[in-house]
């Protein structure tokens, strides 16, 4: 076993901000940059999914940015491999938002164009959006050897035992990024004495998880960056990483005519096959992130390696994301147009199946791979790793039941969003009449304030039906549990997929739900000839023990393919409906540990699939 280490290797490369183009224009290869973006709400200071005008916000504040050739440009080596240079067309974006409630919420956009993107056109909701809490590009050069100079004590210092070596090539100029001389006081187990030091030992961390879990004879290098990157009072891009070149037809390669990034090839190949003088994966994080008054005040990284982030973004984990994605978590094809690059394949293409017909995305057109990356949830994977995995790690899925006389055409079974407050559901059903809270003159019940007298008695040893808006989830749940209720279901007030709901207050005791925008309107429809006090539809929340969280009738994880959508996050990314969440959903969770397999994740699992 060889030890995971970071070298710190110092060279300069003016890596540009994230800008935008619209997703018609977009290539094969830009497809494949991805991010996460945050946003602060004005109104509450909480971080949250950005809007429209906040991306628009972002992009005067980009610096100058490297163009990506119109068409990827295909090198065949001496040995008959093909060589393809990704570069920015590479990356997966990060970026945060803060909603009204002073929340963050993260998701993953495809590259520059996308970061921005992201923000001008409203993405689908996802288990971490406006209401769900987080506390928490870019022209790259040829490589130049030449050692950093870091202040004695942590230009080497080593990370833990590991069957891969990780090797951080050091992109900053003297006195910025890495090697910003700003004292910072030691934290979270980071013993860091600068900002720059403090940067690269979160980086060494996050490298040596991925380092104790990967196999490879041929070190991984990483060129990586801390640079200014586009960022308003309420949105930040927070940083980006992907595979730096892909190839195809390399020595010992599993497949032929098949697309692998660059750092899986060189282990698969047993010698390094990159480019001379180039990094396997480029990585480039936001420097001013929570620093000034334009860039998310309040809520910086956070660059302890214990991951007590509290209200900060905890840059461990947004590492492990960003890194999985450069070392293979990403097709390589277009899932807007469904064009495979060059008509290669990704070898992710043999792993994506549709499981509403059991085809590989290999099989199909690219019309039919454009359907099957909006379907809802007709994407899954089929690698044997993960499929043998999922039962280790996620648990029951959460379910609604309606039933009862009056229930008609609305009884039935719906999918739900866990909470994160109060009781789990479990296999003993919590039951009761479905009754309405109706507090606002259109006829919706917020359920922000106590309620009313009428309210009360309606919902009191019932299940309340509210609807999301204006307050905390956590709120609606402390007032219906105030007048009586057992149960709260919270109905959409946009359309969308299920997501969850945040918030944390232990004095809630109750179970709640979180259904979509038509499956209330359903509900309300079935609610129309209730009394004050009995509906006739019965609400049942508990887990269904034959159904694993996010996963098809064959037990297989789906993949994230929102009805609309979602570049950067669509396909190459796990469902939201995953549960405990993954580190692989298009949207950073608050409650991630810093780990990437079994029994808590299926991040590793899928690296192996694909020949780690």
Known sequence: MSSSRFFAILTFAALCAATVFTASAQSAEQQQQQGLVVARDPQTGQLRAPTPAEIKALSPQQPPTLQAPAQPSLVINPDGSRRVHMGERGLVYSVVSRDAEGKLSRQCVRGEDAATESVTQPQPAAKDNEDTAMNPAKRFSRLKHATAAFAPGFAGWTGAQAAATITIVNLNEPGVGFNDPTPATPVGGNPGETLGQQRLIAFQHAADIWGEKLT?????????????????????????????????????????????????????AGSDVATAGQPHIIARFNSRLGLFPDCLPGSGFYLGLDNNFGNQIDLV?????????????????????????????????????????????????????VASAISGKGLSWNGPHVTAAVPRVLAARSNLAISGAAAGGAAGNYDVGDASFGPPLDEIPVSGQLMPVVDQANGSGLACTAL?????????????LVDRGTCAFVDKARNVQAAGAIGMVVADNMPGEVAGMSGNDPSVVIPSVRITQSAGLALKAALRSRSRTRSGVIASLAVDPNRLAGTDPQHRILMYTPTVNAPGSSVSHYTTDAKPNQLMEPSINSDLQHVVSPPYDLTFPLLRDIGW
């Not at 070190?219 to 195809?248: Q, T, Y």
């Not at 293409?349 to 499981?355: F, M, P, S």
């Open 317 to 369: 984990t947004v590492l492990l994301h960003e890194m999985g994605h450069g070392l293979g978590f990403q097709t390589y094809t277009d899932d807007e147009t469904g064009a495979q690059i060059l008509g290669i394949p990704s070898i992710w293409d043999y792993y994506l199946i549709d499981n509403r017909n059991e085809r590989l995305w290999v099989e199909m057109t690219d019309a039919e791979r």
């Open 452 to 464: 009313s007298p009428l309210n009360a008695l309606a919902v009191r040893n019932n299940i309340a």
């Open 216 to 268: 490879s004879s041929v070190p991984i290098r990483i060129g990586a960056s801390f640079v200014p990157l586009p960022c308003s009072a309420n949105s930040a891009v927070l940083g980006s990483a992907g595979a730096n070149e892909i190839f195809a037809d390399f020595t010992n390669a599993p497949r032929s005519n098949t697309w692998y990034p660059s750092a899986l090839a060189s282990k698969l």
